[in-house]
């Protein structure tokens, strides 16, 4: 049986670097297809022998989120704002991001990658559905894989012993 979309989840912390317990945002509310680009660096070369060499040097990941909608309930919402708003850059947009694929919902523990992310906004306004604010995120490093449990659909993330 295939997994459904919903499997693959996306949060991110919407503290922005605050110390303590993150506070995780699931992301796709109102978003109908999301996917994390990985972006791949590739070459494939064709020597004069014939010969076919082939490199990969890593990937620059990103996920675009369009759209978002402004809604100061959300907690996402201030942050997003003062970013677009305030034209912020560098740190200031700097949060974690979470990866978790559910396999088995009825398993406790579900594998799982926190990274160091940005989030930047592409655009704000939008039409007569309401003020959106679209963003990217980012992929950072410091990729840490591990597992999450769910409670009450709240993320919490535990690291791999090293």
Do not use: S, W
């Given at each position: 049986m295939k997994l459904t979309r919903g499997a693959y989840r996306t949060f991110v912390d919407t503290t922005f670097g605050g110390t303590g317990t993150p506070s995780w945002y699931w992301i796709g509310k109102d978003i109908e297809e999301m996917a994390t680009e990985?972006?791949?660096d590739t070459e494939t070369k064709k020597n004069i022998l014939d010969e076919t060499s082939f490199s990969h040097s890593?990937?620059?990941p990103s996920t675009e989120a369009d759209p978002f909608y402004a809604d100061p309930s959300d907690p996402l919402y201030p942050k997003l704002r003062d970013i677009a708003m305030g034209r912020l850059r560098g740190d200031d947009c700097k949060t974690s991001v979470l990866e978790v694929i559910v396999e088995d919902t009825e398993a406790t523990g579900h594998l799982a990658y926190k990274e160091d992310c940005y989030l930047v906004p592409t655009s704000i306004g939008?039409?007569?559905s309401g003020v959106s604010i679209?963003?990217?995120i980012n992929?950072?490093?410091n990729r840490t894989k591990g597992t999450v449990a769910f409670a009450n659909k709240v993320p919490t993330f535990t690291a791999d012993a090293e």
């Open positions: 990985l972006n791949p890593g990937y620059e939008g039409d007569t679209p963003f990217t992929y950072a490093g």
